[in-house]
């Protein structure tokens, strides 16, 4: 009787203890619960995006679960700014790309070693290419059998006979575009979309006609994943342009042909700047460039020999 009364209240204090323990938890949870994932979201949307070149100061960054204007809709979804909606100059609305895809953090030695040793090294100084080529990832543009060697010097097969060209001449093309943040591009041949998304991280807005659907249907889904938002695909003849969006500031030829398509010539806008190859499709090619001056007459000079694969379609059937 007597050890009894010790006993019974060293049990009371243990209840005692276990029950302010539980409270302590219970209260530490609800702590947790109201205030964590706010402060989680508040910090995401303030992260700096270390891979966005030619970015504005004072721009609103994209949320991350924000979907992607369609590529072959140029027009802004009403009601839903886009991420790095922009006035520009003329006071039109510019969609910037956006590069929230892992790719532009990978292989970024090797990028920048391709831009020191095969373009800088070969006079093109001019920073807005120099930054485009360092920013493109262009491994996510070939086969899995290519990628390792994505960033040699040379062209890379990218199926359907066809062919990505090698980083110096991607280069030199788009520095000879002399290319702004205001320019509307077209391109002919889009092939796997590299040398459209290497004109999007400088251009306004880049058109691009591939002819292969096969090839204009995976470069449209790669360009759309990776954040393109300024690149508009079509698959169809390049020959005919893309009059509906006529005229433009640059065009692009990357398959030669025996003759320079008409069309072409006429939806160059006066002041504008065309390169293609030109020259038999198996035998001597030229880049040539071709300008067209306020009043629209055109001059053509050949800029350096080159090997590219035949433009097809319309280009290759006998003249009327
Ligand atoms: N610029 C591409 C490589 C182009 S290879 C890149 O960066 O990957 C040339 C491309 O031109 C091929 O994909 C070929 O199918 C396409 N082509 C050939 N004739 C064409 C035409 N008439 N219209 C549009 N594309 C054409």
Redesign the pocket.
């Given at each position: 009787m007597i050890e009894e009364y010790p006993e019974t209240s060293r049990k009371r204090i243990f209840v005692l203890l276990f029950l302010l323990i539980l409270l302590g938890l219970v209260a530490i949870y609800f702590a947790i619960n109201t205030t964590g994932p706010n402060t989680v979201v508040a910090e995401q949307g303030n992260i700096a995006d270390p891979n966005q070149p030619l970015s504005e100061p004072n721009q609103t960054k994209a949320e991350p679960n924000q979907p992607q204007t369609e590529p072959n809709q140029p027009t802004i979804e009403p009601n839903q700014p886009p991420a790095r909606e922009m006035e520009d100059p003329n006071d039109k609305k510019v969609l910037r790309p956006v590069h929230k895809h892992p790719a532009y953090t990978e292989r970024t030695v090797e990028r920048a070693r391709m831009v020191d040793w095969q373009i800088e090294a070969r006079t093109i100084k001019d920073p807005n290419v120099l930054s485009a080529m360092r920013t493109v990832p262009r491994h996510v543009?070939v086969r899995l059998t290519e990628q390792r060697s994505a960033y040699n010097d040379n062209p890379l097969p990218?199926g359907?006979e066809?062919?990505?060209?090698q980083p110096y001449i991607?280069a030199f093309m788009t520095d000879v575009l002399k290319l702004t943040r205001n320019s509307k591009v077209l391109?002919?041949?889009?092939?796997?979309?590299?040398?459209?998304a290497v004109c999007a991280e400088i251009a306004q807005q880049v058109y691009t006609?591939?002819?292969?659907e096969e090839?204009a249907k995976s470069?449209k889904e790669r360009l759309k994943e990776l954040g393109y938002r300024n690149v508009f695909t079509k698959a169809?003849?390049?020959?005919f342009g893309w009059p509906e969006h006529a005229p433009f500031d640059a065009i692009i030829g990357?398959?030669a042909a025996g003759r320079i398509p008409e069309p072409l010539i006429e939806q160059l806008k006066p002041g504008g700047r065309m390169i293609l190859p030109y020259g038999s499709p198996r035998g001597f090619q030229y880049l040539v460039l071709l300008t067209k001056d306020k009043d629209g007459n055109v001059r053509k000079r050949n800029v350096m020999p080159v090997r590219?694969?035949?433009?097809?379609?319309?280009?290759q059937k006998p003249r009327q």
């Open positions: 543009f990218i359907y066809q062919t990505i060209s991607v391109e002919i041949g889009t092939g796997s979309g590299y040398q459209a006609i591939e002819i292969v090839l470069a169809s003849d390049g020959y990357t398959a590219f694969v035949p433009m097809t379609g319309e280009v």
